[in-house]
């Protein structure tokens, strides 16, 4: 659920939808378990831009699929370095924290989304569904 000082931030700054700005907070979890750092206290768990985009696209292939690199687009998230633009807009406004070495640059030339999720996407069927063929006597 998107909280009001996340879609204020987004109207202010005017160039993402709120729920990009969500999609960081979202995204902290996995990117800390990702880069192995989830049992750490927490000044210790932080995660640089590098790594919190690995956590955003795993993120996203578990949320979306293949249809994530259209979903960012649609919230106005173009390449990996606006995911820059908006972690250093929630940083500015206080809602994360930053290291000293933090940039905005390092999130530049990630990955490329249409190769991260639609060619590099993999339909993985819960264990429970087993594929068989359909016999002639079997009904649809």
Known sequence: ????????ISSEDGRYAPEAFQFVFESLEPAVRLAG????EAKERHVGGQELLVGMRAHAMTVFGPMA???????????TLDWGEIVFVLVNAGMLNRQETDSVEDFRDGFDFDEAFVEGYELKLPAEVLARPVSDGDSA
Not at 69 to 79: D, E, F, N, P, T
Request: charged share 35%; proline share 4%; net charge positive.
């Open 37 to 40: 750092r989830d049992t750490l």
């Open 69 to 79: 690199a259209h979903v960012w687009r649609s919230w106005g998230v173009k390449r």
């Open 1 to 8: 659920m998107l909280s009001d000082p996340l879609r204020k």
